[in-house]
């Protein structure tokens, strides 16, 4: 997060409205000036290393006076390129660093105004604290020492002259998809003045492997690999239209724009993401007779990727006591379906006493897709059997048992008579 570098400024952050949604109007916004110190190693090889210093980027005017004079100040003056229109959100939930940045040998004059070939480059980061954006802006300083220099000494409480000079951005830096799903990475640009000699390059990785999606240099007009449309690349609109998402979509997407002798890297996350599906094989009650069992299934579906949780609880109802987890629970195998999501059941042999009888039985599944676990639940009811059914279910055997008894017995005496005479 942001923070202050001194009090002063704090009246004038957002001119005077408190609580602003956006930053167009903001005259000053603190920062972190991420400064390179280059050192000799033990190796004898130099090594260079950061440190952060307070600081602060103003808008305004050449000539214009440090609103905060203890901080190191960035005034960024007036340009066509204003890094404030592309920010949402109110200065608390920003972040902000500004660095050094080696244009690696290549000298030569920015076709924009007023631009000279000894100028030193710096580059301004802007994130969102919840991921909303990432914009980055290079910012040019004339030194008034001529000659070409990559490295400037800059004061606690200088003020450094610069200007906006391009921008690029994109407000998906962050992505959760499911399967299945069309999705667009946003990658916009922009520079101070007209007809830029502008490539425009997006890459994939994943799991170790880089693959080019599509490229276009606008000195040759030639472009490669498809989802970004060329018309679209004139206003400054790089974004790229993705296929139907699959688990091979995931990893990061890089959008390259380099504007000699300038070149930015968004780097986009994709994750593919797809919640489960949760049943239970009984109802939201169920009722059982001392002495029976109950095989109770929780089934979790159709998620991904594979790691989940899934527990058993037990609770009396209405109570404020912590549920009880289960210890006797059985795990199916995963299982993997041709759409790429998975399965598995977490179940167990229900075989309740009396006093089991009034409690809460809640599967709780945990994944990453979820913002809080998914529970499913049923009330127990145990019951003893009916004693005066018991009674009923006895005599009515004894009556049956007699019957039978008494349709046999004549038959078996008569049987034995038959079989005496026959024996004289």
């Not at 790229?240 to 000699?260: A, D, H, N, R």
């Not at 058993?312 to 009880?324: A, K």
């Not at 999501?341 to 009888?357: H, K, N, R, V």
């Amino acid at each position: 997060m942001i923070t202050a570098s001194g009090g002063l400024f704090l009246a004038l952050l957002f001119s005077g409205v408190c609580g602003a949604q956006s930053v167009y109007d903001a005259q000053w916004l603190p920062c972190q000036f991420q400064d390179e110190k280059v050192q000799i190693n033990d190796e004898g090889h130099k090594e260079v290393k950061f440190h952060p210093r307070n600081a602060g980027l103003q808008f305004g005017n050449s000539g214009d006076s440090p609103i905060n004079p203890n901080a190191m100040t960035f005034l960024v003056t007036t340009s066509k390129v204003d890094m404030r229109r592309y920010v949402e959100g109110g200065e608390d939930s920003l972040e902000c660093e500004i660095q050094r940045y080696n244009t690696k040998g290549i000298v030569m004059r920015w076709p924009g105004m007023g631009a000279q070939e000894h100028d030193v480059w710096f580059i301004c980061i802007l994130r969102h604290s919840q991921g909303l954006f990432h914009l980055t802006t290079f910012l040019r300083h004339t030194p008034a020492q001529e000659g070409f220099q990559e490295r400037i000494e800059i004061g606690d409480r200088e003020l450094l002259t610069t200007s906006a000079v391009m921008v690029v951005l994109t407000r998906t830096p962050i992505i959760h998809v499911g399967l299945m799903k069309e999705q667009t990475l946003h990658c916009q640009f922009a520079v101070d003045h007209k007809q830029a000699s502008v490539t425009v390059e997006w890459t994939h990785q994943w799991r170790g492997e880089r693959t080019k999606l599509f490229g276009y240099s606008s000195r040759t007009g030639n472009s490669e690999g498809s989802g970004v449309s060329v018309k679209t690349l004139a206003a400054g609109d790089a974004s790229l239209k993705l296929p139907l998402t699959k688990q091979t979509s995931e990893g990061t997407y890089t959008c390259s724009v380099f504007i000699p002798p300038l070149h930015s890297n968004s780097d986009i996350v994709l994750n593919i993401q797809e919640a489960p599906r949760v049943t239970l094989n009984v109802g939201s009650t169920l009722s059982l007779t001392l002495g029976q069992e109950q095989k109770v299934v929780c089934d979790t579906q159709g998620y991904y990727p594979l790691d989940v949780t899934i527990e058993w609880l037990r609770e009396p109802v209405g109570s404020d006591l912590l549920p009880q987890v289960l210890k006797n629970i059985l795990y199916s195998s995963h299982r993997h379906h041709q759409d790429g999501t998975y399965s598995l059941s977490a179940f167990f042999l229900l075989q309740p006493g009396l006093e089991d009888s009034g409690y809460r039985y809640t599967c709780r599944v945990q994944h990453q897709s979820l913002r809080t676990p998914i529970r499913k639940s049923f009330t127990l009811i145990v019951t003893e059997q009916d004693s005066t059914l018991w009674y009923i279910s006895v005599f009515g055997f004894i009556i049956v048992m007699l019957g039978i008894l008494k349709w046999l017995l004549p038959q078996f005496i008569a049987a034995r008579r038959k079989a005496a005479r026959k024996s004289f």
